[in-house]
């Protein structure tokens, strides 16, 4: 009898062990990124710097905040204060460049949405970041808000104007005095205003980004009122939180070359005729820089302070602003 072939099973005798699932671990959430970036640029100010970054330092939510400063070619002690504040970024250029580039570099480098401008003349509280960022997020058709600034003595201090025209601009560079303040009812509640300054002033980062950052014709002056020309042509608000007041400290006028007074006050005017030009038509604005080329003229031509004058007589007609061109230390 044949012998029957045994059938193969289609199953292995061998037991199959299964090995036990391997634990995924959990994927690790990276720090959640900065609410607010403080924007600060400073010249010269090693002390001023100092005492505002320890008020930032006693900031609320301090691990929210980032804190970038730009060196902006000082020769004080401001190039060697790096040591004694590891937790914030400083950055340096070999001259002084004018706030707007300095400006302008540390917004690109910023990773928060909220930017902060900051002069280091300003001491903040512990709770002054918290809330405005809070009061610029509630209110959306606002594009930035500010505290009131004070000075030692508690008074307010003129930081608010109407934006200025072209006659404004003659008034201020022939009589020396400021723009026209905007009042501010300092125990009110949230006040619109023209124009802020860059003294302390909370911005989204997307309007400045809309703009293509800070307008690089202007060096040292009038970017701020610049920014708050477009703020109100886009039908945004700056926001004044008169609760939230910040100190700004009196710093003693140190004493500044001819070439140096002559350079700034070249920056002053031709940025005033740059905004002119924007806003009112480029005629507009080469009149009113030969007009203040005239004057400077004719104050040379009588004897009154001729060097500083002729300066401010060629700058204007060059074109010129702060650019780290300067020779002179300012």
Same mark, same amino acid.
Not at 110 to 132: G, H, M, N, W, Y
Not at 158 to 187: M, N
């Given at each position: ?10 199953? %292995?005798?061998?037991q199959?062990?299964?090995? !036990? $699932?391997?634990a995924? $671990?959990? $994927?690790?959430e ?10 600060? &640029?400073?010249?010269?100010?090693? @002390?001023?710097?100092r005492?505002?970054?320890d !008020?930032?330092?006693?900031?609320q939510?301090r ?5 970038l400063?730009? /060196?902006?070619?000082?020769? /004080? ?6 040591a004694?504040?590891?937790e ?11 706030r &707007? ?22 001491? &903040?509280?512990?709770?002054?970041? +918290?809330?405005? #960022? ?21 008074a307010?201090?003129? #930081? ?35 124009? !802020? ?16 950052y800070? /307008? ?26 008169? %609760? ?15 070439? #140096?007074?002559?350079?700034? #006050? ?6 005033? +005729? %740059? ?19 005239? +004057? ?11 060097g500083?004058?002729? %300066? ?5 007609? @060059? =074109?010129?602003?702060?650019? =780290? ?6």
């Amino acid at each position: 009898m044949p012998l029957q072939r045994k059938r193969q099973s289609s199953y %292995s005798d061998t037991q199959t062990i299964e090995e !036990a $699932p391997q634990a995924v $671990p959990e $994927p690790v959430e990276p720090p959640p990124g900065p609410r607010v970036t403080a924007i600060i &640029v400073a010249y010269n100010q090693a @002390s001023q710097l100092r005492r505002c970054l320890d !008020a930032l330092g006693r900031s609320q939510d301090r691990q929210t905040l980032e804190i970038l400063v730009m /060196d902006n070619g000082s020769f /004080d002690e401001t190039r060697m204060i790096d040591a004694d504040y590891p937790e914030v970024t400083i950055l340096r250029l070999p001259k002084n460049f004018g706030r &707007v580039r300095a400006m302008n570099i540390l917004t690109r480098t910023a990773k928060a949405e909220l930017l902060f401008f900051l002069d280091p003349r300003i001491e &903040v509280q512990p709770d002054t970041v +918290s809330r405005l #960022a809070a009061a610029l997020e509630e209110n959306e058709q606002a594009a930035a808000v500010c505290p009131l600034i004070i000075a030692e003595n508690g008074a307010p201090v003129e #930081a608010f104007f109407r934006l200025p025209d072209t006659s404004a601009f003659a008034r201020v560079w022939s009589t020396g005095e400021g723009l026209l303040p905007q009042p501010i009812d300092a125990a009110g509640g949230l006040q619109k205003v023209e124009y !802020a300054t860059f003294e302390a002033m909370l911005i989204t980062k997307y309007f400045v980004r809309g703009l293509n950052y800070l /307008d690089d014709r202007y060096g040292e002056y009038w970017a701020d009122a610049e920014v708050s020309w477009q703020i109100r042509r886009a039908g945004r608000s700056i926001l004044v939180m008169p %609760s939230v007041r910040v100190v700004r400290h009196a710093v003693g006028a140190s004493p500044r070359s001819t070439a #140096a007074r002559a350079a700034l #006050a070249v920056d002053c005017g031709g940025g005033a +005729s %740059s905004f002119v030009s924007k806003h009112s038509g480029f005629l507009s604005g080469l009149l009113l820089r030969l007009r203040f080329a005239l +004057s400077a003229l004719g104050s040379a031509l009588i004897l009154r302070e001729p060097g500083y004058n002729l %300066s401010r007589f060629a700058g204007l007609l @060059s =074109g010129s602003k702060i650019d =780290g061109n300067q020779s002179a230390i300012l």
